[in-house]
C-alpha cells in the first residue's frame, strides 16, 4: 500500500496496461514515414475528400474478447458466474470476411466473402473493384482516388490490369511506377 500510495499520491502517476503493438523493423519505419510524408506533401484537404480508404477484416460469431479489461466485479466466482462472467465460445466459429470502403461523403456497399471461398485476386476483381467503381463514382466523383494495403489479391497482375482497365487512380503497393513501393497518382 505504501509503494502504491507513494506512486498515485506522492508521484502523481497514473496506472496503464501495455499496449500491444506491431513489431515493425527499420526499413518499414522508414517505408512508412516516407509515404506519411509523401502523402503529406502530395494531397490537400480537397484532393483528400475524393480518396476512397478501403479494407478487409475476419469477424466471427464469437466476437472479440480482451481477457484483461473484459471483467465482472464479485465477492465469489459463483456469483460472478450468474452475472454474465462466463463467455460461451463455439468450437467452430462462424467466420465471414468483410470488405468495405469509406470516403468523406459516406460507406460503400460491403462485400462478404462466402463461406469456403478464398480471399483471391478472381474474387476481389469480380466483386470488389466493380463496387469500388461504382461507389466510387458516386459517393466521391469520376475521377476518385483508391486506396489499398499490399494484400497480395490487391498486388497481383491480374488486379493490377484490371484497376487499370477500370481507369481510377491508385494509391497502394504496386509494381511499377512506384514511390518507395507505393504507386503515385
Given at each position: 500500500?505504501?509503494?502504491k500510495?507513494?506512486?498515485?499520491?506522492?508521484?502523481?502517476?497514473?496506472?496503464?496496461?501495455?499496449?500491444?503493438?506491431?513489431?515493425?523493423?527499420?526499413?518499414?519505419?522508414?517505408r512508412?514515414?516516407?509515404?506519411?510524408?509523401w502523402?503529406?506533401?502530395?494531397?490537400?484537404?480537397?484532393?483528400?475528400?475524393?480518396?476512397?480508404?478501403?479494407?478487409?477484416?475476419?469477424?466471427?460469431?464469437?466476437?472479440q474478447?480482451?481477457?484483461?479489461?473484459?471483467?465482472?466485479?464479485?465477492?465469489?466466482?459463483?456469483?460472478?458466474?450468474?452475472?454474465?462472467?462466463?463467455?460461451?465460445?463455439?468450437?467452430?466459429?462462424?467466420?465471414?470476411?468483410i470488405?468495405?470502403?469509406?470516403?468523406?461523403?459516406?460507406?460503400?456497399?460491403?462485400?462478404?466473402?462466402?463461406?469456403?471461398?478464398?480471399?483471391?485476386?478472381?474474387?476481389?476483381?469480380?466483386?470488389?473493384?466493380p463496387?469500388?467503381?461504382?461507389?466510387?463514382?458516386?459517393?466521391?466523383?469520376?475521377?476518385?482516388?483508391?486506396?489499398?494495403?499490399?494484400?497480395k489479391?490487391?498486388?497481383?497482375?491480374?488486379?493490377?490490369?484490371?484497376?487499370?482497365?477500370?481507369?481510377?487512380?491508385?494509391?497502394?503497393?504496386?509494381?511499377?511506377h512506384?514511390?518507395?513501393?507505393?504507386?503515385?497518382?
Amino acid at each position: 500500500m505504501t509503494v502504491k500510495r507513494v506512486i498515485h499520491e506522492d508521484l502523481s502517476l497514473n496506472t496503464y496496461k501495455k499496449i500491444r503493438v506491431q513489431a515493425l523493423t527499420a526499413n518499414q519505419i522508414q517505408r512508412r514515414k516516407s509515404f506519411a510524408h509523401w502523402i503529406k506533401n502530395r494531397f490537400n484537404l480537397e484532393e483528400c475528400r475524393s480518396i476512397l480508404f478501403s479494407d478487409e477484416k475476419w469477424f466471427d460469431q464469437d466476437g472479440q474478447c480482451n481477457r484483461q479489461n473484459d471483467c465482472v466485479y464479485a465477492e465469489l466466482r459463483e456469483t460472478a458466474n450468474e452475472d454474465f462472467g462466463t463467455r460461451p465460445v463455439h468450437k467452430f466459429p462462424f467466420k465471414a470476411m468483410i470488405w468495405a470502403g469509406i470516403t468523406f461523403n459516406g460507406v460503400t456497399d460491403i462485400v462478404i466473402l462466402p463461406q469456403k471461398m478464398s480471399f483471391d485476386a478472381v474474387f476481389y476483381i469480380e466483386n470488389v473493384l466493380p463496387i469500388v467503381k461504382r461507389d466510387g463514382n458516386r459517393l466521391i466523383v469520376p475521377d476518385f482516388t483508391f486506396q489499398q494495403d499490399g494484400a497480395k489479391p490487391h498486388t497481383s497482375k491480374a488486379t493490377t490490369e484490371a484497376i487499370n482497365s477500370m481507369g481510377f487512380s491508385l494509391i497502394g503497393p504496386i509494381s511499377g511506377h512506384q514511390f518507395n513501393g507505393f504507386k503515385s497518382v
